[in-house]
């Protein structure tokens, strides 16, 4: 049955407007226009729907008993309407970002809260994982971006903003390393080091800034999330090298770090979608917004 959307509106306004001129006036059509459409309905149906007098017009009973149904339709219809326009102007919906730890407390935070400000019917979802699984979040499209650190070289991934983060080291206030002129990899050879897991994009960095320089890190730990490395540190077990952007170097009062002096400490930042696919208005935006926060390096 193609059952059509302008017949039923022109039946309903008919009966709501109870006459034919009225109804059409409603709806801008011409008088003979409007009552073709509610014959061809009365047709596919099989059924007279109204009962017509040269003064008055009135639904027939099967007509007063589909009356309900078609309005329903009609105000179903019209809320999906109204939803898709309002989701495309950004008034409501839902972002959904795949992202480093690193930046889940910070740069996506601050952009969060500056989008809701504007928009605050937008709903966020956020899983903050590590690199390899932002990855597969985007290519399985349960996300519509991603922030992920290191180069992209993927067909099935699409980089919208690249950026640099530059690492650093953390220590303790009176770590010797505190009054250097600088930090190189010969420094960081020389002290154990809290690393992070080798599936983070933070360890990819360190372990090719190592092998560059001909020297092999002394690994005391490994962590897989930052606020561990912090921990560990705290608690005298060696040196980490965490990113600048991390708020976690923040975090302990009695910790301190600075940049690293070589130009390999230095992680690169990408916001990702799917490549080939449109990602939803909302995000769109977001993503712009997002651009502009995506590294906060830390002095």
């Given amino acids: 049955m193609d059952l059509n959307l302008r017949q039923v509106r022109a039946f309903v306004s008919v009966v709501q407007a109870g006459s034919f001129t009225r109804a059409a006036a409603l709806l801008n059509l011409s008088q003979p226009a409007l009552t073709v459409q509610v014959q ?9 729907l109204l009962d017509r007098t040269s003064r008055t017009v009135a639904p027939t009973r099967l007509g007063r008993e589909l009356l309900p149904v078609f ?22 919906g839902i972002v959904r970002v795949a992202t480093l730890p ?9 952009a969060i809260a500056l989008f809701r400000a504007a928009h605050p019917r937008m709903k966020f979802v ?8 932002v990855l597969d979040l985007v290519r399985s499209e349960v996300v519509d971006l991603g922030i992920v650190g290191g180069d992209i070289c993927d067909p099935e991934i699409s980089v919208l903003h690249r950026t640099n983060d530059i690492l650093h080291v953390v220590y303790p ?29 933070v360890r990819t960095v360190v372990d090719l800034a190592f092998t560059a320089a001909g020297r092999l890190p002394i690994v005391a730990c490994e962590a897989t999330y ?16 965490l ?32 490549a080939g696919r449109t990602i939803p208005t909302a995000a769109e935006a977001f993503c712009m917004l997002l651009s502009g926060l995506i590294v906060h390096p830390v002095g």
């Fill in 243 to 274: 990113p600048g952007s991390a708020r976690e170097i923040r975090a302990e009062p009695e910790l301190h770090s600075r940049p690293i002096d070589d130009p390999h400490f230095k992680r690169p930042v990408c916001l990702i979608k799917k």
């Fill in 102 to 110: 690193s930046f889940a407390a910070s740069s996506l935070s601050e």
């Fill in 126 to 133: 956020i899983k903050d994982v590590i690199a390899q699984r």
């Fill in 226 to 241: 930052m606020m561990t490395a912090v921990g560990m540190v705290r608690a005298g077990l060696g040196l980490t090298i």
């Fill in 173 to 201: 206030r009176d770590n010797p390393i505190s009054v250097l002129p600088n930090v190189t990899v010969e420094t960081l050879a020389a002290y154990p080091l809290i690393l992070m897991d080798p599936a983070t994009s």
């Fill in 40 to 48: 061809r309905l009365e047709e596919m149906l099989d059924a007279r």
């Fill in 71 to 92: 309005l329903r339709v009609l105000r179903d219809l019209d809320a999906v309407v109204i939803d898709t326009r309002d989701l495309a102007v950004q008034r409501h």
